[in-house]
């Protein structure tokens, strides 16, 4: 069950993956924020909230799809080098910052996709152990890992 949910996860769009962690991220905001991500794990992710923080919401929002598009960027570089849990960290804190206004939200009336929807209940059958096991998968693959370069 979970390799076919992180399958359909990866069959989504930028948008989607983006609005499927979200989902994730309020609806099972209960069971996830018992193990809400330490302190010294998130000054790592510290310096990129930081600089996110400071950006313009149009910024914010590019800076999300690159991660999720694996684009080749400043950020998207530095998130390839955090560890798997590091990564959920830092999108655990991206989602405290949108619900406190500082990151720009979600788009008014947005409305999930159909795909988004599919990948959210499968999520929602597994175990808890096992949703943050999709999770993980999930923002692994995100950002830019300079290790796929060619050599120089
Ligand atoms: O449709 O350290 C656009 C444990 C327009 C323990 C948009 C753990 C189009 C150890 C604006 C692009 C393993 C428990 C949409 C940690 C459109 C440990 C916007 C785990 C929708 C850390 C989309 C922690 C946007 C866990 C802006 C499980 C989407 C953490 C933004 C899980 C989405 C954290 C965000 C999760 C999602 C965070 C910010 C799932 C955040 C998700």
Not at 84 to 91: C, I, P, Q, R, Y
Not at 111 to 139: C, F, H, W, Y
């Amino acid at each position: 069950l979970i390799p076919a949910t992180i399958a359909l996860f990866d069959q989504l769009n930028v948008d989607d993956q983006l609005a499927y962690l979200w989902y994730a991220y309020t609806e099972m905001g209960k069971t996830i924020t018992p193990a809400a991500p330490g302190a010294a794990r998130l000054q790592l992710a510290e310096s990129l909230l930081t600089q996110i923080k400071l950006m313009s919401p149009e910024e914010q929002t590019k800076v999300m799809r690159d991660l999720a598009s694996r684009a080749d960027t400043p950020i998207s570089r530095s998130y390839g080098f955090f560890s798997v849990n590091t990564k959920l960290a830092f999108w655990y804190e991206l989602g405290e910052l949108m619900k406190k206004g500082l990151v720009t939200p979600i788009p008014v009336g947005y409305q999930m996709s159909p795909g988004v929807k599919v990948v959210l209940e499968a999520t929602q059958k597994l175990d808890q152990g096992q949703q943050i096991t999709v999770l993980r998968n999930t923002v692994v693959n995100m950002g830019f890992d300079t290790s796929e370069l060619a050599p120089s």
